[in-house]
């Protein structure tokens, strides 16, 4: 894929809002997020993955901070209910916005450039992670500069009635450049470039898991580091504690480089060729790093202190034929690829 | 120095019976144990107080029916003062306009009022109900069965508990599975035929929750009923001398002896925490005591959402505390009467028993209807007893104290209870006057509490009974919450040990003692 | 699906495709039962008719109550099948109508018409309804599941007239303690149109003809015993290793040769097949015979 321009309005399925007074620490928020990130709760916006913050990581979602007392929770899945009891002994308000407002999400290379010609002006002023509101069409309209795709990129809300103006304001801006919508495919393909996971693809999340062995921590998923366990309660921190000191972490997600250039999808990990542990929940030729990546989920110790043999079991269909690989794989770091016009100040104009 | 320099072993939050049993249960263990009440007297909802000048009564509880035997034993409560003797046990009397029906002895050994025919019906179906409660008896006695990594102990005790079955024969045990879930109403029409003895049973079966009948698994709370037990006999009730303060007293003395610290007038405000682990608590005095284990003795959804605060805990927990179900149907009325009332047909031997008023299952689900809605019972069943024939010294000589428990009185009144409370009064003392004609003219004093007095007066959320609903869902390992029914919280250091906690409510201490032994057994 | 429940009569094909005979018009009276092993049936007509195995559809109180003989049976398995509950609690009214009723509340042509329709709109209406029930009368403001088949399948009536099926909540086997009567019957099906009216206005001149079935006329016609629509209430008590009577949840009975395969047997009532494919393969496992051609229900992984 070339890495191009694109607008992907999949992202914001579902939205809740919520105020809270200042200093009143909701549990989702303030408390929750990690040290590294308590920087940036202070600064205006603030997405994090709250995955961590939940041991079952029920309530998926990335939240924004609009001002210093109100927050947007983009997830994938409603979570109103879940919310309003979560909101109990706190004095928080949580809306649920799905329908009232919109999101899009502008994201590659020449994203900032398009958003400058479509005359948002003080959009070069956004780093990473920043947000500002916009005048358009006789309302307003949220850009952060965010994203699931590892590149540049910004995410748009506005209204849902001025969904169509800004759509069209864009698509003008940007006809030179390139610009086109995309679907969830090619989405897929740039998180998985960038190692990010998704909800119910890479791990099953407690609301949906029907067998209570399913469920994964955030241990288990690559999100340990954002737990801070010395801040106080947050849903889930006994379970990970006991979990840690039990020692009941039984998997581990990591990145694999899978020799060859044939796509690893869904195909069944073995240690040694023999011994079956794990499989592969996501998997690509990427054409931009040139390697044969994958996002695995593998029983403990594979993976985790066991690196060496793992093979990947490749079942490649060609005119409905399967060709049967075992292919050796290597666990490696994430993201698979680090685009530095991601964060570069200001952004690059393309 | 003052107490808050102390680190004590234990803190036990609410001076119910149910604490001053954990209370004292610690403290013979060697346990240093503070004791924190919030209101003037220890009992909680087991206490005898004057209602009106010169008259005194059990004035929520008023009989006693399943103080545990281990409970008794442990605490040593007849040589605290408690005293059980078989003439004391009462009958009860299924009072109706046919005239009444007296079980005598512990629940019926001996039924009198009924046709041959019914006798022997009863004979065999008190005997199936016995035998089934005396299965799930046990329970009482045990931590309930954890769902992942249960102990060895429990492990055996719910093998006891297969073995118990097996015992019961083979065709025995498919009928107690059969009708383990079943409705009271039901069950009864399949084996008696008599509306009086139905209706007193259907009327057991449901008091204190909020159930009718007919409503799914109401034999359930028979059996709880006929699973308790007093002076060693099933079944069996009495009511103390001096009125369920009496018993109070006893466990108190005990708790006294065993060195308990109580401090009454101390309601706690706040249980501290820190790091997930519960080290103390603040009176609503601001004074600040820390211990190593905490109990609340209180009811378990005020513990958490109130004292502890649901930032310390996860929602889903949050969630299923505040989805307890606790909101009583149940009243009780005190008169102050000039002299004993004469119930109709009742002789004076049986004035001193339980006077149910409840004529058939089919009256008593009519009964239960309306609570549905909001609204109370427009014929209230109830349970009438005449405290001072007995006991003397509760009234003035001559007068007579009568104790009653009315259902079905809403908890949530649709009108409110301001309007409501008047208009319900009448309507319970138009029962009273068809059993009992001219009972009405001779009331000096009376006192309605309904189940909003109750939880005003007493700290019982709901004013409910149990302190949470008794019911299939809300019982054994979902009792006060699934996944922590074994008087454990999630926060370390804590424990619950109130009537909403296993097995549940009634004058028993099984939930204090239970959690006490728990406690000492893990070393906390 | 548009055939409605009469595609059962593709199993009736099948079935006769297998070697199998079905006769209709045969109301058995008593099951032919000699030294203590079924034998065969009598036919209400006196018709004799005999066979290695009967396996009984009906209900399990008309099976053992009305078909059997109480000698042929043990005590305890009496006992247990008189108290077994089939106690009725539905019933349905049939509307035929030349016109497509109008719903105010709905959009014009939504497809809400095609839909499953309920008047309820609180719990508390609902238990209302039971309260009703609970005293032996039939329910004043009834719960209605409510359909208009023809909007699917307008072959179910001539051109542009439409049928409509009303399930009805609730109605209890007897009045008062005494059998329903036509006037009884007649106060049942308005309370129905009464609710069905309220919501749609002028409902009352588009019908054409009626039929009412309380659970006297379901009782009469089907021969479901107090009406009951799951050949026995689906309590805790009657489920599982309890239906329909403890010790027999396996589609035998105490008479050899004689088993059952009716909705009073596991899992229950309702268009599902699911007793007589249980019943067919215990029945298999009794004759030692193969049970490899039955399709297993479905994988559970
Ligand atoms: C109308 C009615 C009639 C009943 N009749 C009978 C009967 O006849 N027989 C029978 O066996 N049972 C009966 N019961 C049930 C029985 O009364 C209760 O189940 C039982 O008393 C519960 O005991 P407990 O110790 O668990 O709780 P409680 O008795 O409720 O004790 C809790 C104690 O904690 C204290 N407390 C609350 N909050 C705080 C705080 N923050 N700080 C400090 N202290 C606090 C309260 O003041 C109270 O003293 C009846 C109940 C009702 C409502
Ligand atoms: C009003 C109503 C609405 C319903 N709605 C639905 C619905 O929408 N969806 C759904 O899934 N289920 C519904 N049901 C339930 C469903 O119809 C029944 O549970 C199911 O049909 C029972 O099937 P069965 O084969 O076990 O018994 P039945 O269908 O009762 O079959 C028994 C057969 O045995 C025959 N029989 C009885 N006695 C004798 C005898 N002595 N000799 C010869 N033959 C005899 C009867 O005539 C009958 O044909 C409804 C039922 C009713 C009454």
Redesign the pocket.
Known sequence: MNRHVKTDAARTLAQSHFRTPPGCGWRNIELLVPQRMRRAVAGPAVPILLQAQRVDARLEGVPSRLSPTRFRLCSQERHLPWLLDSAIGYEVSVEEETETVAGLALQGPTSFAILRDAGFSGVEQLKVFDLAEFAHDGATVTISRTGFTGDLGYELFVPAGKALSLWDRLMAAGELRGIRAIGYTALNRARLEAGLIVANADFTTAEHAIRADRLRMPDEIGLGFMIDLDKGHFNGRRAILEARTKKKLRHVLVGLEIEGNIPAEHAIVYYKKSQEVGLVSAAMWSPMAERNIALASLQRPYGDTIVDELWVEIYAMRELQYQKLMKKAKVVQRPFIKLDRRTANPPADF | MTSSDLNWDAIV?????????AAATLARSGRAVLL????N??????RTEEFAPGFRV?T????????HPDVVKTLELERHGLTVEHGDFMPSVALSKDGPLTLHGAYGEVLTGASPSEQSAWKDLRAQLLRYAGVLKPFLSRRPPGLGGMSLAEMTGLGQTALALKRLGKEDMRDFLRVLLMNVYDLLDEQLSDDRLKGLLAFDAT??SHLGPRSPTSLLGLYYRLS?EIGGLAGAQVQPKGG?GAVVAAIRAAADKASVSVRPA????KVIVEKGRAVGVV??GGETLRAKAVIS???PA?TIL??VGSREVDTGFVRKVKNIRMK?D???LHLALDRPPQFTGVDAADHKGRLVAAPSPDHVERAFNPSKYGEFSPEPVM?ITLPSLADPSLAPSGACVLSA?VQYAPYALREGWATGKPRFLKAIMAQLETYAPGIGATVRHFEL?T?AD?EAR???PG?????GELQADQMLMSRPVSGWSGYDTPLEGLFL????SHP?????GA??FNAARHIIAMRA | MRAGHGRRHQGAGRLKASGGTIRTGAEVDQVLIRNGKAKGVVLAGGEEIYGKLVISNADVKRTFLKLVEEKELPDIFLRRVRNFKIRGSSGKVNIALDSLPEFPALPKDSPAYRADMHFTDSIERMERAYDDRKAGRWSADPFLDMMIPTTLDPTMAPPGKHFMSCFVQYAPPKIDGRDWTDADRDGFAESVIAQVAQYSPGFRDRIVHMEVRTPREIEAEVGLTEGNIFQGELTFDQLLFNRPVPGYAQYRSPVGGLYMCGSSTHPGGGVMGAPGRNAAAEILRDLAKPTLHMSPAHDVI
């Not at chain 2, 929520?60 to 103080?67: C, E, F, P, T």
């Not at chain 2, 040990?497 to 909403?500: E, K, L, R, S, W």
């Open positions: 939050i609410g001076g119910g019976h149910n604490g001053l049993v924190l009440e919030a209101g007297e220890v009992g909680g909802a087991a059990s929520v509880a008023h009989l006693l029916n399943r103080l008091l204190g308790g369920m101390s309601p706690v405000a009176t609503q003795a209180i009811n005020t109130e004292l009583g149940a009243a009780k349970e428990v509490l189940p109750i007493y700290r019982m004013g409910h009974w149990h302190h040990a109130g009537a909403g549940g409510g009634g004058i028993s939930p204090g």
